[in-house]
């Protein structure tokens, strides 16, 4: 076994190390650099999932207090288990290098975000904030700080979802600590975003996380941060005696409930800003309900069970097995997610690839069919109201509404044409879910993988369950080397479900293969 004191090799220690193996991890290419670490994509060959590995750098490597540290606060922050928060797999030393292996997220940080989209409007806004501040109500209940919130670390996934990354260097919150800015081991933060008592190295608590956020909402909102300067110290002095400019002034279509929601995460006084996440999470809710929606949902909503006759007919009964397959990969769903994630952040999320789908630039087709009318769905101003709108109400019209009403918001007709696909699936409509179907099995430009995994998977299940052998091994061979875009949780049980019917004429081998993947996906889940 290693010696954890090893040093890694000076002369090759912060070269490129993509190809290599460590440990169970084979490193596939370089991500990014930071001040304190290296970050790879690998793939876990055990697990065979993709992970992100971060290795520290060489000369923090040589210092055993601080690989302690970083060894015991990582373990610690490796119990934050939450849908928010990057997960932590491993924190380990191989060959003479230390790292730690984390979930990796496919999607861009919150400053990436910015620069490419402009501050978020109010429903966009409230999704962010509200998952983050889900995660960092999480870390607080173990009392742990993550001391580096910021715009960098807060990652928005392809389906929407954020996730605060960089836990593996928080540390545990003890009564009566304090904490000395300058000790080896301990992370500064970055000034733009510290909190008072963290600038003068005062004993930090979960509201120092809560004052970092609030300079994130603001840097988000506003466009920029709410302290500037030509150096570190005097933008931490602006933290300790300079008040923010209102927020109000700056983006004066918000609510001004949600800008005193922000300037109260920025008081100077721990004891006057919100004491928990929980706290800010009940506030941020009262927002929302008076300007975004008449409903918080507690759970990820379930989008696609809706009630359906039953015949004594083979074709009916079929298809009644089908829905209550659907209906049970949705209960899965719900139970599996955190609780909490704001309403525009679900459409993404549950929907798959919905803002992947609005990034990329080719044009999609329409429906192959005419369009229905929709006169007894109202209008509504934006494309996110009328999508919640169709969530509520759940009917074909309603999903069409969106399609129809906003045929150029990519971002929500390819979600509102999916439940469609699932409706019809559940009625036994064949011929109208594959048109869908097709449509999605089309799609070649970039970022749209996803959806055309999608597709293809939905064309086997139609295809399986009208019987046409041929055709359906045709498109399972096609959707194998897609498999990996195929993240839907109900479209993965329909694929079983239509496996399973179809095991006999696949072959073993293949239906061996297929079966151990989704063993492996349903595992991972768990």
């Not at 049970?328 to 549950?350: K, M, P, W, Y």
């Not at 009403?405 to 990519?410: A, H, I, N, R, V």
């Amino acid at each position: 076994m290693a010696d954890p004191r090893q040093h890694p090799p000076k002369s090759n220690s912060w070269e490129d190390l993509s190809g290599r193996e460590l440990g169970d991890f084979q490193l596939l290419r370089r991500l990014g650099r930071g001040a304190m670490a290296e970050v790879y994509l690998a793939e876990q060959r055990q697990l065979k999932r993709r992970v992100a590995v971060k290795i520290l750098k060489p000369e923090l490597a040589h210092d055993t207090t601080y690989l302690e540290r970083f060894r015991r606060e990582a373990q610690a922050a490796a119990s934050l288990v939450h849908a928010n928060i990057v997960q932590i797999y491993e924190v380990g030393h191989r060959d003479g290098f230390h790292y730690i292996a984390q979930e990796y997220v496919q999607g861009q940080n919150l400053a990436e975000w910015l620069n490419r989209n402009g501050p978020p409007n109010l429903p966009q806004a409230l999704s962010i904030i509200r998952q983050a501040a889900a995660a960092l109500a999480k870390a607080g209940e173990l009392g742990v700080v993550h001391r580096d919130i910021k715009l960098e670390n807060i990652m928005v996934t392809s389906a929407g979802e954020v996730k605060v990354a960089d836990f593996g260097l928080a540390r545990v919150t003890r009564p009566g600590e304090a904490t000395d800015l300058t000790q080896v081991g301990i992370t500064m933060g970055t000034p733009l975003y510290m909190s008072p008592e963290q600038v003068e190295g005062r004993a930090l608590d979960p509201r120092s996380d809560l004052y970092s956020l609030g300079v994130t909402c603001y840097h988000l909102l506003a466009g920029g941060p709410p302290f500037r300067g030509e150096t570190a110290l005097s933008v931490a002095v602006q933290h300790l005696k300079t008040m923010p400019e209102p927020l109000e002034n700056v983006r004066p279509d918000l609510p001004p409930a949600l800008c005193r929601i922000v300037h109260r995460l920025l008081a100077k006084n721990p004891n006057d800003r919100y004491q928990s996440g929980g706290e800010l999470l009940g506030e941020l809710r009262h927002v929302y309900l008076a300007h975004v929606a008449d409903d918080w949902p507690d759970v990820s909503a379930d989008w696609s069970g809706l009630e359906k006759d039953s015949s004594a007919d083979a074709a009916v009964q079929l298809t009644a097995e089908l829905d209550g397959l659907m209906k049970t990969a949705a209960a899965q769903r719900r139970t599996s997610r955190r609780t909490g994630r704001l309403v525009a952040a679900i459409v993404a999320g549950l929907l798959l690839g919905g803002l992947a789908a609005w990034l990329a630039t080719n044009r999609r087709p329409l429906l192959a069919e005419a369009q229905s009318a929709v006169t007894s769905i109202s209008r509504q101003r934006t494309a996110l109201q009328q999508y919640l709108d169709a969530s509520r109400i759940g009917t074909e019209e309603a999903w069409r509404a969106v399609i129809e009403y906003f045929p150029e918001k990519d971002r929500y007709t390819y979600p509102a044409k999916q439940q469609l696909a699932r409706l019809y699936l559940q009625q036994g409509d064949y011929d109208r879910a594959w048109a869908i179907f097709e449509e999605f099995a089309n799609l070649q430009a970039p970022g749209q993988q996803p959806l055309r995994a999608f597709g293809l998977a939905g064309q086997y299940g139609v295809l399986t369950l009208q019987g046409k052998d041929r055709q359906a091994a045709s498109v399972l061979n096609q959707l194998w080397p897609m498999r990996r875009f195929l993240v839907d949780r109900q479209m993965q049980q329909l694929l079983q479900y239509a496996l399973k019917k179809n095991r006999d004429k696949l072959g073993t081998g293949p239906a061996d293969q297929w079966e151990q993947w989704l063993a492996q996906e349903f595992q991972e889940e768990e």
